[in-house]
């Protein structure tokens, strides 16, 4: 059933998250992010930012996930991307949440519009939404999360030049990990 069912999830995931956004999407997600007094600063000093709207994902013991987003530096577009993810494991349900990534400086920046970036196992993203949780890979990127009370106002900082929030949009699943994400980039022309 599993062999059967992870296929459906992940078709059923690219689906959801497949469509282009428009405009004003971007700008409801930037003013989530922004709303956040812990997000907030680093709008004010990163370099760039990624700005992923809606990531699906879902998964019965082998999962995916699957979004489109812009790259920005100081403010302006510069590019589309778009994040790709596998996962095996213990996993079970379907979720959706929005993303954004900031790059501290050019470095960050140049590697992540290398367009073949991936999180490896160390980074962390911060969920700034109750009781929402994100481990994530990197080799580029981490940053501290907690839950409960204190979610939507942990403290955040740079690792390897990028920091990950994340923004629950709704869904339930028993399994949040970033690891594995691959992102593709396409500079405006």
């Keep these: 059933m599993t062999q059967f069912c992870a296929p459906l999830a992940f078709a059923a995931i690219l689906a959801f998250a497949a469509p282009a956004h428009a405009a004003e999407d971007y700008s409801k997600t930037l003013d ?6 812990t997000v907030k600063p680093y709008f004010e000093t990163a ?3 990624a700005v992923f709207p809606t990531i699906g994902k879902g998964g019965v013991g082998i999962g995916g996930a699957y979004g489109k987003g812009q790259v920005y530096r100081a403010g302006v577009v510069t590019g589309t991307t778009s994040m790709k993810q596998l996962s095996i494991g213990l996993q079970l349900g379907g979720q959706a949440y929005s993303e954004i990534i900031f790059f501290e400086d050019k ?4 590697t ?7 999180f490896g196992a160390q980074a ?14 990197t080799g580029a990127a981490t940053a501290g999360a907690s839950t409960g009370q204190d979610a939507g106002h942990q403290t955040a900082a740079y690792q390897n030049g990028m920091a990950v929030f994340t923004y629950a949009k709704g869904g339930l699943m028993y399994e949040a990990s970033l690891s594995g994400q691959k992102f593709g980039f396409k500079p405006l022309k």
């Design 107 to 110: 470095r960050a920046y140049d």
């Design 47 to 49: 370099y760039g930012y």
């Design 112 to 118: 992540f519009t290398s367009g073949k970036f991936e």
């Design 32 to 37: 989530a992010f922004k709303a956040s007094p």
């Design 124 to 137: 962390a993203a911060v969920a700034i939404t109750a009781s929402a949780q994100a481990q994530a890979g």
